[in-house]
């Protein structure tokens, strides 16, 4: 190397002048002395630099970065692979769009059947965002975000999913599209408050499926203990009745109890659903108050499987039990919401947008789901990569309606495209007709807002700051808290969205009569869904220029 012929080439030169380092023996007593003292100096200098060796090393090893397998990563301990928290935070840094730099993070492992019951010990500490003080022990996240702020790719989605039976060559139960489908395997979440019908929905769930045996529900419970019923006991005692799904599916069935005290609304509840996730092939998300019809694992894989999109999400308000499933569990109906009916409203969180009533009504697009702009956090069907690309925002305490404007701008910003199912699976309990009585008595987490007063105000600030709706709002007035994890993509911008759909975020206005254009004749498919990406990858909205503007301002 370069330097090392520079040092011998001074070596050289410093042979032939004389130096402090003898040339020759010297037997006389000047000379002795003279070479003595040349030794004790050589030793120094020896020393001096074994010392400089030593330091570089120690900060060397001062510099290397703490491993941390805790909440800021959101990731498992990958026994196959310990990566630091350093290395993680710099494969989700983003430049805030730009999709030409390949950044890697790994698929963690999953297998079937599976349980968090098996991780108790690796829980990891969350501080509870209302109240800023209680420490909660909770799971893990199964994956941190997979998407990297940049186009998800097939091969990267066919590692998420696993299957009832391994791949008989390799023994891995992550098959990909290789997987039956019915093998594959679904995540139900279900967040739950103090509501007497959650069991009944879990019941529904084993019981109408056509093979349960791919079923996991992961239940959010927050009750008062001695007051509420538990929502994963069986209706009925087991030595009684030992055929209830909640006895026979036990083992399927994973429940995280919360006291109700703790409650700040739906978000947080479904954050931890979310962390009950554990490499599912699809999840689900439905109310703890609805009722599903037979072989609905089925019908809703069929109909998810035909929009020939890997990141389709079927969504929708679901439509009211009366009158809907006959005693054996079919379906009675023949029409469904579809999402398109939404404003802005004001109240103590300040002016956002909310969903109103959803037109149902015979699907105008047939053998597929049709596309709708809006998702509905009453029921979600996706693959699991959804539930690990777009997780609940802990730090959204006291939301509601927000709820779902965060999730569909966030998770269309990741590249995700929404459907209405052309069939509905279940179907939800309102408090109407003969239903009115029991479910007004349930309570709602806003019996705790004196408890976590103001907390709603500033989540509400920074879910309008993460998708954009707010730009009024300096961002130095919002928590950027985790906003990686919690944030938007790279495919899509919010900017896309409001300019397809007609919101004006400055002037807080809609342009109305949406549903004229995603529900009438089934435009807003026929419109977008030739833009599908060839590998199936989700819908190419860069090739259209559309942007809704109401046809009929002046009317309501």
């Known amino acids: 190397m370069a330097g090392d012929g520079e040092r011998k080439s001074r070596k050289r030169r410093d042979a032939a002048h004389t130096s402090g380092l003898p040339s020759q023996v010297v037997c006389t007593a000047q000379g002795v002395a003279a070479s003595k003292n040349s030794v004790e100096l050589g030793a120094l200098l020896s020393f001096f630099v074994v010392g400089l060796y030593l330091y570089g090393f120690w900060e060397s090893v001062l510099a290397l970065p703490d491993v941390d397998t805790g909440r800021r990563v959101g990731i498992n301990l990958n026994l196959a692979r310990l990566e630091s928290k350093e290395s993680l935070d710099r494969s989700l840094e983003t430049d805030g769009g730009d999709l030409g730099t390949e950044k890697h993070l790994d698929v963690p492992f999953a297998t079937w059947p599976v349980t968090v019951r098996d991780e108790a010990n690796d829980y990891e500490t969350l501080i509870h965002p209302g109240d800023k003080q209680t420490r909660m022990q909770v799971p893990k996240f199964w994956s941190a975000p997979l998407h990297n702020k940049q186009f998800f790719t097939r091969e990267m989605a066919m590692k998420v999913g696993t299957c009832v039976e391994p791949d008989p060559n390799t023994g891995s139960h992550v098959r990909g599209d290789k997987c039956p489908l019915h093998q594959r395997t679904i995540y139900i979440a279900v967040a739950s408050y103090r509501d007497f019908q959650c069991r009944y929905t879990v019941e529904s769930v084993f019981a109408r499926a056509k093979y349960p045996e791919r079923l996991r529900v992961g239940i959010v419970d927050q009750i008062v203990e001695g007051e509420d019923p538990i929502c994963n006991e069986p209706i009925e005692p087991c030595s009684e009745k030992p055929e209830q799904a909640l006895c026979k599916y036990r083992s399927q069935i994973d429940t995280y109890k919360m006291p109700a005290h703790l409650s700040v609304g739906p978000v947080f509840a479904r954050h931890i659903g979310h962390r009950l996730y554990r490499g599912e092939y699809y999840t689900t998300q439905s109310d ?10 089925v019908d809703i894989i069929e109909q998810m499987e035909a929009t020939h999109n890997e990141m389709a999400v079927l969504s929708t308000y679901l439509t009211d039990v009366q009158g809907s499933i006959d005693p054996a569990g079919h379906s009675l109906r023949t029409t469904r919401p579809i999402m398109c009916n939404t404003y802005y409203e004001g109240g103590p969180q300040g002016l956002h947008l909310r969903h109103g009533s959803q037109p149902e009504r015979r699907p105008s697009i047939h053998g597929t789901p049709q596309l709708q702009p809006w998702w509905a956090a009453g029921y979600s069907f996706s693959r699991g990569h959804f539930a690990v690309n777009v997780p609940y925002d802990e730090h959204q305490p006291m939301i509601f309606q927000g709820e779902e404007m965060s999730i569909g701008i966030r998770g269309f910003t990741i590249g995700y495209d929404f459907y209405a199912p052309e069939r509905s699976v279940c179907f939800h309990h309102y408090a109407v007709g003969k239903n009115k009585a029991s479910r007004e008595k349930v309570k709602h987490f806003w019996e705790n807002g004196n408890r976590y007063a103001g907390t709603g105000v500033r989540a509400m600030a920074r879910l309008l700051g993460i998708v954009h709706m707010n730009p009024e709002v300096k961002p130095s007035l919002w928590d950027h808290v985790e906003e990686d994890m919690y944030g938007i993509g790279g495919v899509r911008t919010p900017e896309k969205f409001y300019e397809l759909f007609g919101i004006d975020v400055v002037e807080k206005t809609t342009q109305g009569h ?43």
Not at 291 to 297: A, E, Q, V
């Open 514 to 556: 949406l549903c004229m254009f995603v529900a009438e004749q089934g435009r807003m498919h026929t419109e977008f869904v030739k833009f599908l990406r060839a590998d199936g990858m989700g819908i190419d909205l860069s090739k259209t220029r559309f942007a809704w503007v109401d046809p009929n301002p002046d009317e309501k």
């Open 288 to 297: 703890a108050h609805v009722t599903y019809t037979l072989d609905w694992d």
